[in-house]
């Protein structure tokens, strides 16, 4: 089985300030991790991933997450946030194989000017 | 542009009526994918299908269904809707022998149950 589990519904940064949203892991095989983005009344779309090799993954728009297979830590950062990253971010797990994607509950990232 | 769309975007019904919703993706992937969305569950899986004629239960099935005729097309059915079935379902596929996980999105069924 495999679960995450995302820490805090809701994140509030000022405009330029570091951008953290937590996820931690659960999984019996070697996992792949997954960060989304969801703008309001829009579908999810991809902002990075993990699969094998480099553990510090780079996604769009400056985001980037470190894998930590002793913390089962996949957080995700930014070194400065804009007020268009304003959205919900959900963290994703997927085993190997024909496994499917289980997504967190989501983070809800506001930006104040 | 290749795309995938979902219809209709928003729908109230009533309960015990059958509603479909509809799934398209001109990708022409293998994997396709019915979650719903619900504040303080996140995302839920359904239903998925990994090619034609192949369908599979997701963590949340009971009380829907889905067949998978061709490529392009994963229609969800609520057979008899219920106020529990209220939410927003998001259609998802992706390309592949197997489920990479990468998943590309539509934009979301709001369906209201009365």
């Known amino acids: 089985a495999q679960s995450v589990t995302q820490l805090g519904s809701h994140v509030s940064v000022s405009e330029g300030a570091l951008v953290l949203l937590r996820c931690n892991y659960s999984?019996?095989?070697?996992?792949?991790l997954f960060w989304y983005v969801q703008y309001p009344n829009q579908g999810l779309q991809l902002l990075l991933k993990?699969?094998?090799?480099?553990?510090l993954v780079k996604g769009i728009n400056g985001f980037e997450a470190e894998f930590k297979k002793s913390e089962t830590s996949f957080h995700l950062t930014k070194p400065s946030a804009h007020m268009s990253d304003a959205a919900e971010y959900f963290c994703?797990?997927?085993?190997?194989?024909?496994?499917?994607?289980?997504f967190g509950k989501g983070t809800m990232l506001l930006v104040s000017p | 542009d290749a795309e995938i769309t979902q219809s209709p975007r928003h729908k109230i019904t009533e309960t015990g009526r059958q509603v479909t919703l509809a799934c398209h993706q001109t990708?022409?992937?293998?994997?396709m994918f019915w979650y719903r969305q619900d504040l303080g569950h996140g995302l839920r899986l359904i239903h998925y299908?990994?090619?034609?004629?192949?369908?599979n239960k997701g963590e949340v099935s009971d009380g829907y269904s889905v067949s998978r005729s061709n490529t392009e097309d994963l229609p969800l059915t609520l057979e008899s809707a219920a106020s529990s079935q209220t939410s927003v379902y998001f259609c998802?596929?992706?390309?592949?022998?197997?489920?990479?996980?990468?998943?590309?999105f539509g934009e979301g069924s709001r369906l209201t149950v009365l």
């Open positions: 998802a596929s992706s390309e592949g022998s197997a489920n990479t996980g990468e998943l590309f």
């Open positions: 999984s019996s095989v070697p996992p792949y």
């Open positions: 993990y699969t094998t090799g480099a553990t």
């Open positions: 994703a797990v997927i085993g190997s194989g024909y496994s499917t994607l289980t």
């Open positions: 990708w022409n992937h293998n994997n």
């Open positions: 299908s990994y090619g034609v004629q192949d369908t």
